[in-house]
């Protein structure tokens, strides 16, 4: 079982959606990232940034689910990273209302020595000269380095966001973004183009419609679980990429078919983090829940062809 080094945000998110809204709570692509990885029961380290106003008790939660915190730094008399949005009906569309970069502008990652020699680095959205930055503090090259990125900077540090490519095994973005990095519509196309940019493989996103993993001529397509209900669809882009880097690194197998139950487990955990506000459903998740769902995933994609 290898060691799973994390790096993204850990902040404050008030969120609304057509079911309620909340005041500040706990959220980051770091904070998803690390509880769906937690399930695994493998050695992780979160690398971030936080102010002083950030509560002890979502200190003791990180703790309490085996997550090293070393690495997150806490300013003193700093304020955390805040986020506030409003998601529309449909649940796909959200407005940005508030971004407060806070300690996060001026934030200058250290990888604690004792995860340095991680075998699995998951570089969470953030700023491409951070996640290069953690890279190049690893002792030696991981066996996989994968990592989560948004349109944001494809806007505005396209340049420092290629550069980092160059040096990752697996890219986690949404069809969207795909087509954007590439400008090809197809996923296909998109898929092949971001291959040559250096990643071995390839992930996109599609949200309710599920996710597709790319390697030289061969795709996989894992389909999301159909829900009665998404309460709030925060977080379930980074619930997915601590589900795959997590089982990947608790597993220790970095072969195609295993990137395809990695895909498979990220969607599942994702599945649960879309039910209730924040990071909520994932702070209580147990494990005979998530083996019931990966038996309906299954039951899902599990099928006799009989040929004529």
């Known amino acids: 079982m290898g060691k799973l ?10 969120i609304e959606t057509p079911f309620g809204k909340t005041d500040k709570i706990l959220g980051g692509a770091a904070t998803f990232i690390g509880l769906a990885a937690a399930q695994f029961g493998l050695d992780s380290a979160i690398v971030s940034v936080v102010g002083d106003d950030f509560p002890s008790d979502y200190l003791k939660l990180l703790k309490s689910k085996n997550i090293d915190i070393s690495g997150l730094k806490i300013v003193k008399g700093g304020k955390t990273f805040f986020w506030k949005g409003k998601y529309h009906n449909d649940m796909n569309t959200r407005d940005t209302l508030a971004t407060e970069l806070n300690v996060l502008a001026d934030f200058d990652p250290v990888v604690p020595e004792n995860y340095n020699d991680a075998e699995v680095v998951m570089l969470g959205n953030l700023h491409p000269n951070i996640q290069l930055s953690v890279i190049n503090q690893m002792k ?42 590439t400008g090809e519509y197809s996923l296909v196309k998109a898929a092949a183009e971001i291959q040559q940019m250096g990643p071995k493989y390839v992930v996109i996103k599609k949200g309710e419609h599920g996710a597709l993993l790319f390697h030289k001529e061969k795709v996989f397509f894992a389909p999301a679980l159909p829900l009665e209900e998404v309460f709030d669809p925060t977080g379930a882009g980074d619930t997915f990429a601590g589900g795959f880097a997590g089982y990947l690194a608790a597993t220790d197998n970095i072969s195609f078919n295993n990137l395809k139950n990695a895909v498979i487990h990220g969607s599942n955990l994702a599945s649960f983090c879309v039910e209730r506000f924040g990071t909520e459903r994932m702070q209580e998740l147990d494990r005979k829940e998530i083996d019931k769902r990966l038996h309906q995933f299954k039951a899902l994609t599990q099928f006799d062809i009989e040929l004529q």
Do not use: C, Y
């Not at 080094?5 to 902040?11: E, F, K, N, Q, S």
């Open 140 to 181: 030696k090259r991981p066996k996989l380095i994968i990592l989560d990125t948004m349109n944001f900077w494809m806007d505005n540090s396209l340049d420092e966001l290629k550069k980092v490519i160059q040096h990752i095994d697996v890219i986690t973005i949404n069809d969207e973004e795909a087509r954007q990095l």
């Open 5 to 14: 080094l994390i790096v993204g945000t850990v902040a404050f998110d008030a």
